[in-house]
């Protein structure tokens, strides 16, 4: 898992209750990314910055929100508008450039209730 | 747009016996690919990835992957499965610009002793 830091590894939530997943990573990267996986779905783009106080909307922005305040965090609040949030989330990060890979962070289970 | 298709959700091998988990993906321009793998409850791990040069291409653990242009395929494979190989795959696919890798929905692969 690299130099990137998800906290917590599980976290449990009441409907209703907006909730904030933090990324760390210490790999100097600039670019950072939120995916969402469900089971059979694969891994879908929720939110990616290219650089610090800039962020873009991934396919599945609706109910979540990002800052980008610091290069090294890029924390994904999930809000009560997000209708169904219970799944795994990923955090990922590289270097700018086409031709390098990202790098995972080991996930946040999120199960609301 | 982008797109990654990986045809097998399940794919079942003999302990020692040959390994192909399938993908084909869809760019308008060149292609960048990457085949990750993921353990129960963790991150992503980066096996390998084609860029340019040589359409086979060796990656970590022993995995190797095949770029075909024509028939827009990048099929992994390993020549002796081993059961720690048993994990979920995934292929993903950026077009060569500074964008957000799009993924497939992953591969099982059990490897059965």
């Known amino acids: 898992d690299g130099g990137i830091t998800q906290s917590p590894k599980y976290l449990f939530r009441k409907e209703g209750q907006n909730v904030t997943l933090s990324c760390e990573q210490n790999l100097n990267h600039d670019a950072m990314y939120w995916y969402r996986q469900d089971p059979g779905q694969g891994l879908r783009l929720i939110y990616y910055s290219q650089i610090v106080n800039d962020f873009q909307k991934g396919d599945i922005a609706e109910g979540y929100s990002v800052s980008r305040e610091k290069k090294e965090s890029f924390p994904l609040t999930v809000t009560s508008a997000q209708k169904n949030p219970t799944a795994f989330y990923l955090c990922?990060?590289?270097?700018?450039?086409?031709?390098?890979?990202?790098?995972f962070g080991p996930g946040t289970r999120l199960t609301v209730t | 747009a982008q797109s990654v298709a990986q045809p097998e959700d399940q794919v079942n091998v003999a302990e020692g016996n040959p390994l192909t988990v399938k993908c084909t993906y869809s760019?308008?321009?060149?292609?960048?690919l990457f085949w990750y793998v993921q353990y129960p409850n963790r991150g992503l791990q980066f096996l390998l990835k084609y860029i340019t040069g040589d359409n086979l291409v060796k990656g970590s653990y022993g995995f190797e992957a095949e770029f075909n242009k024509s028939q827009t395929s990048f099929h992994l494979k390993k020549p002796s499965a081993l059961v720690s190989d048993s994990a979920l795959y995934f292929c993903a696919v950026r077009d060569g610009r500074n964008t957000p890798l799009v993924f497939g929905k992953g591969t099982r692969l059990s490897v059965i002793a």
């Open positions: 760019v308008s321009g060149n292609p960048y």
């Open positions: 990922a990060s590289r270097t700018s450039g086409g031709l390098y890979e990202q790098y």
